[in-house]
């Protein structure tokens, strides 16, 4: 019976260090290092980021020739409009981020963001090879569509600000620190992040810079949307093989600091002696003083 025993638990011990702590699959159920997360995922995950990048500077690095090429603007103009588009992108992944930590969570922010990446990418592709962009009124015709056009391109910087802060820490999130193998395999997993997100940099700037100049517009959008199309069904296939995050108690820290722009909001025209009057009765200021 003590060899019985014995052998039982020598199989059931690593049943239980092969579980993830902290970490559910797609069903719910407790990760088993076994059969998800690690390598097996993280590779879909570089996948999808490698087809972001090159769709985002598929856009952005040519972005200035569009708008002074088929939409006809005046180079300040241009200037200024690529300017506030590149900084209001670089401002929203802090918008994906509370939405994501707060709400979705990251591996329904990274779909959806997918989706309006898409979108976005279909229209603008659309848009780029109507007859009426290059037709002989073209002037008359920007001054109607430019609108519609650049509120297309604010949907994609809506759409990276949705991918940018999760797709990272979502293929951070497949690997167990507790781990000394993947604590090893986590950190050549962020080699591998930077390696792919700048090759597909590089690639994106060596050919559809290329395309977008000689070839046409609507091929130049088009390839970055079919790239997302492509990204978005590899990236559900490994859904089955993802480890996900179990949300704890505390609170965002975008939702604190809200708060704090809220309290100082409603006291912007307080006195000083009606905030003293406050911590008095909370019993806030006796305990300041001591």
């Known amino acids: 019976m003590a060899t019985s025993h014995h052998e039982t638990a020598g199989v059931q011990t690593p049943l239980l260090d092969d579980v993830v702590e902290g970490a559910v699959d797609y069903k719910g159920r407790p990760v088993h290092r076994s059969r998800s997360g690690g390598w097996r995922s993280a590779w879909f995950i570089i996948g999808v980021e490698v087809a972001e990048r090159f769709a985002y500077y598929g856009i952005s690095s ?16 241009a200037a200024e409009n690529v300017n506030i588009w590149s900084g209001t992108a670089s401002l929203l992944p802090l918008l994906g981020a509370f939405v994501a930590d707060s709400f979705l969570g990251r591996y329904r922010t990274i779909v959806f963001a997918s989706l309006l990446y898409i979108l ?55 690997f167990d620190v507790s781990d000394p193998e993947e604590c090893k395999a986590k950190s050549s997993f962020f080699n591998w992040w930077y390696f792919s997100l700048c090759f597909g940099t590089t690639f994106t700037l060596l050919l559809l810079t290329y395309i977008q100049d000689n070839l046409s517009w609507g091929l130049g959008f088009g390839i970055p949307c079919v790239a997302m199309v492509l990204a978005l069904f590899i990236f559900l296939l490994g859904t089955r093989t993802y480890g996900y995050s179990i949300k704890g108690d505390e609170e965002s820290p975008f939702v604190r600091i809200g708060r704090v722009f809220v309290a100082a909001l409603r006291n912007w025209r307080t006195t000083p002696s009606a905030i003293t009057s406050e911590e008095e009765s909370r019993g806030t200021l006796s305990s300041r003083k001591f």
């Open 62 to 77: 040519n972005l200035i020739t569009f708008l002074t090429g088929p939409l006809g603007q005046s180079t300040a103009t």
């Open 120 to 174: 976005g990418l279909g229209l603008l592709t659309l848009s780029a090879v109507l007859p009426s962009l290059t037709g002989s009124d073209c002037q008359k015709i920007n001054q109607s569509t430019s609108c519609v056009l650049l509120l297309l391109l604010y949907l994609v910087a809506v759409a990276q600000g949705g991918h940018k802060p999760c797709v990272q820490a979502f293929g951070a999130d497949q």
